[in-house]
């Protein structure tokens, strides 16, 4: 049997296998990314050319894109965007390689506008509606039985074409295009106002229950948090009052927060505020004799007296209500809320060579405290800012400045007691101040471990601050001089120069 045929098959079958497997070998990626500006360009049109083959990608909104199977070799890449000027460079294809990177330029305002398709109006949107279409001007007779154009839409119209601002509708370089609205384009020139709008809701309806440390489950603290924000801009305009007004900045933003908290504490037990003390133990949980301290002897039993004064103020501690584990025997959810409201007000102006600007702002809070005992203290601040500044330009050579700030801030607290009850006064505690805005108990700590009794102190504060500020520049080529002079509450002059 001749060999020399089945050899002959055995190679050429060897070949093909090693054609298949090299050019499936010599297939390597190419990836790259596009920018501007630094920035990723998303929606730029990739091409790579090689020979008889093309492959064609598109940016994503990172920038990148990838070829995953091109051949190693030279290729032919084109980047084309709209409105850029386009990339054609030769690059070549190799295992391993880094991901290349790209940066368009922007195309000059010439080229675009030269690139861009104009807008025509047909003839019937030119005539006059209240006139019959056949009396318009060059309008030929309608022919019988001759199909009808409908005119076409404004958006068709613009849909291929770089349109500018006060055109038929802003398309930009989109090829979607949108009527005319506010906030867009405006019929009559009027100038464009914008704002916004936003809310934010949060709760603790999702949130996990805490953990107890006495294995008494404690109640989940619930809050609810709510900001809004409103706030618009543009010129302000009054038709033959103020034709060309200042420009305006005003937002207004107010929150309104409530939240509960688990407060802990240790209280004394119903035996303690009967004067029974026979359960008193000390760390090591002996028992604590207690002695009387104008006989040096021991009371009976450790049962002691309860005077008038600390019967009264014994009735503002809770009872327990839950056995004493890891040092505190009570708990409870207290409410405690926030409301906030800001106003800030901007206008500025220029005038000539002259730049005029100015600001005011408002707060107004109110806050709600409530401690372990129920005392519900309140804390109203009210301030005020404002700042006006004044520039002008001399002709390229100096400039002139000046500027005044005012503030003011008032903060009122208010006891839960004040004007309401004289704890004080009524259990026969002499000492402290018995004015009604310093009613309430005194303030009473113990090194035993029991919380202390305390309430918030009355206050009412107000501050208030006043500057003025003048400044000169003169420049001198390279160099500059400031000479200026700042009022806070009294005058200083200063003198900087600057080579």
């Given at each position: ?101 790209w940066e368009l330029k922007l195309l000059p ?208 501690y809770p009872l327990p209500n839950i056995r ?113 805005i310093n009613w309430g108990p005194p303030t ?56």
């Amino acid at each position: 049997m001749d060999e020399r045929p089945m050899r002959r098959s055995n190679r050429l079958a060897w070949a093909l296998v090693w054609v298949v497997f090299s050019g499936s070998a010599m297939a390597s990626p190419y990836r790259g990314v596009v920018t501007f500006g630094g920035l990723p360009l998303p929606g730029a049109t990739i091409t790579a050319t090689h020979e008889m083959k093309t492959y064609t990608a598109v940016s994503d909104q990172a920038g990148a894109f990838a070829f995953d199977d091109l051949a190693d070799g030279k290729w032919s890449l084109d980047i084309v965007m709209q409105c850029f000027t386009p990339i054609h460079i030769e690059v070549a294809v190799a295992p391993n390689m880094s991901a290349a990177s790209w940066e368009l330029k922007l195309l000059p305002a010439e080229q675009i506008a030269a690139g861009s398709q104009p807008v025509t109006l047909m003839p019937e949107a030119l005539a006059d509606p209240t006139e019959p279409k056949a009396k318009a001007a060059g309008a030929k007779p309608a022919q019988a039985n001759a199909p009808q154009e409908s005119p076409p839409d404004q958006n068709d119209q613009s849909a291929g074409g770089f349109l500018m601002q006060g055109s038929v509708n802003n398309a930009a370089t989109s090829v979607y295009s949108t009527s005319p609205a506010f906030g867009n384009t405006r019929s009559g020139g009027r100038a464009p106002y914008t704002g916004g709008f936003t809310v934010l809701l949060d709760n603790a309806a999702l949130d996990a229950q805490p953990y107890s440390l006495s294995g008494i489950e404690a109640t989940k603290p619930a809050f609810n948090d709510f900001t809004g924000i409103a706030a618009i801009q543009g010129p302000i305009r009054i038709l033959h009052v103020l034709p060309r007004g200042p420009n305006f900045f005003l937002s207004y933003q107010w929150m309104r927060n409530s939240s509960s908290t688990i407060n802990t504490g240790l209280v004394p037990t119903e035996d303690e505020r009967n004067g029974n003390l026979s359960g008193l133990t000390n760390a090591v949980g002996q028992t604590v004799t207690i002695y009387d301290p104008e006989t040096g002897t021991p009371y009976p039993g450790n049962q002691v007296p309860v005077s008038t004064q600390a019967a009264v103020l014994l009735n503002l501690y809770p009872l327990p209500n839950i056995r004493n584990i890891a040092n505190y025997n009570y708990q409870a959810a207290t409410l405690g809320s926030t409301h906030q409201d800001e106003l800030q007000l901007r206008l500025d102006k220029s005038l000539g060579h002259n730049n005029l600007w100015g600001r005011f702002g408002s707060q107004d809070g109110r806050a709600q405290d409530v401690n372990l005992f129920g005392f519900v203290d309140r804390t109203n601040t009210l301030g005020i800012d404002s700042e006006i500044h004044w520039s002008r330009w001399m002709r390229g050579r100096a400039s002139l400045s000046a500027s005044y700030t005012f503030s003011r801030m008032r903060t009122e607290v208010t006891p839960n007691f004040e004007e309401r009850e004289n704890v004080s006064g009524e259990a026969g505690i002499g000492g402290n101040n018995q004015d009604p805005i310093n009613w309430g108990p005194p303030t009473l700590n113990f090194s035993s471990g029991f919380t202390g009794l305390s309430d918030a102190n009355s206050a009412f504060n107000r501050n208030r601050t006043d500057a003025f500020s003048a400044s000169a520049v003169l420049y001198r080529r390279k160099h500059s001089i400031t000479a200026g002079s700042h009022a806070w509450p009294r005058s200083s002059a200063t003198i900087r120069w600057d080579p």
